[in-house]
């Protein structure tokens, strides 16, 4: 003589970064197979999609006792929790399953939708619209405002790079996509040109399309300057430049302005004579020209540099 089955107990989660009602297959089959499917939230954005499809859907709360005893008969029951989930349910089928006076139910935690990479970005985006409506502060802010603090995180973040700080690096990046999300919530309030984060994610999807047609089109790069070649040529036709210094910066530190200017001479394959003059200036851009076509960065050269005279004046002082 056999025992009865205990049953089983199929909890069903959703991510809520993912559409309602785009469950996956094994979620359906499995709310179609169930013998009762049980909801403790009235109002679970699933419950429309899954009435709609056929699926009687009884609202209960029950507590761990009243789901095993519901599964008895070997019947199988699916619980629909609410996005917070239910502590003192699954506390409780962890309990009963400890005493050893209960023939548990089978438990499946049965996905019923998966988060695609990026979909936290949905949760900054989210998180972002509500600070910049309630908070005192955020609400008041404007693009000219917080102009500053892009630079400062560019360079906290280019500070943990060159520490190699893996945590500090996730964290900087982090901040510098703050300002991102931040200069884009903005620009939705716009009278006159508003654009959203999704605009600016959509444009700059586009334009890495566009720009490697080596790895979406038909196009063949074999080397990273036949890349380069192809980029310059490509923002000069899309921004209709007369001339390779068009779009540099002349705000950026002077270094990296006389490396990037030389950078754009020996790619276009100019023969521009660097200015002949007299003074410091002269010599650190022959410097700087010099670095940029030996491959090396001259800002990240003098920071090392910098960082190691700092470290001098700080043993001189007696500090370690």
Known sequence: MTSESPGRIVLLTA?????????????????????????????????????EAGVAVEH??????????????????????????????????????????VSMPD??????????????????????DRVRRECPWTSRQTHRGLAKYAIEEAYELVEAIEEGDRGELREELGDVLLQVVFHARIAEEDPEEPFSVDDV??????????RHPHVFGDATAL?????QEHWQRTKAIEKQ???????????QPGLALAAKLAGRVRTAGLDVKLPAGEGIGYELLALAARAEAS?????????????????????????A
């Open 60 to 101: 209960a709360r029950p507590t761990a006792e009243e789901l095993v005893e519901a599964c008895a008969g070997g019947r199988t029951v699916l619980l629909l929790p609410s996005g917070e989930g239910d502590r003192a349910l699954t506390d409780g089928l962890a309990r009963l399953a400890g005493s050893g006076r």
């Open 295 to 319: 491959g090396v960065d001259p800002e990240a050269a003098l920071r090392a540099a910098a960082k190691t005279y700092r470290d001098a004046i700080r043993a001189a002082e007696g500090l």
């Open 223 to 227: 080397t990273p300057e036949d890349v």
């Open 201 to 210: 994610a959509g444009a700059l999807a586009d334009k890495l399309i566009h």
């Open 241 to 251: 430049r007369e001339s390779v210094t068009d779009g540099v910066p002349l705000g």
């Open 107 to 128: 438990l499946e935690l049965l996905p019923g939708s998966y988060d695609l990479p990026g979909a936290r970005l949905l949760d900054l985006v989210q998180i972002m």
């Open 15 to 51: 991510s809520h970064r993912v559409a309602p009602g785009l469950l996956s297959w094994p979620a359906w089959q499995a709310l179609g197979a169930a013998d009762r499917v049980l909801c403790p939230d009235e109002d679970h954005p699933q419950l429309p999609y899954l009435r």
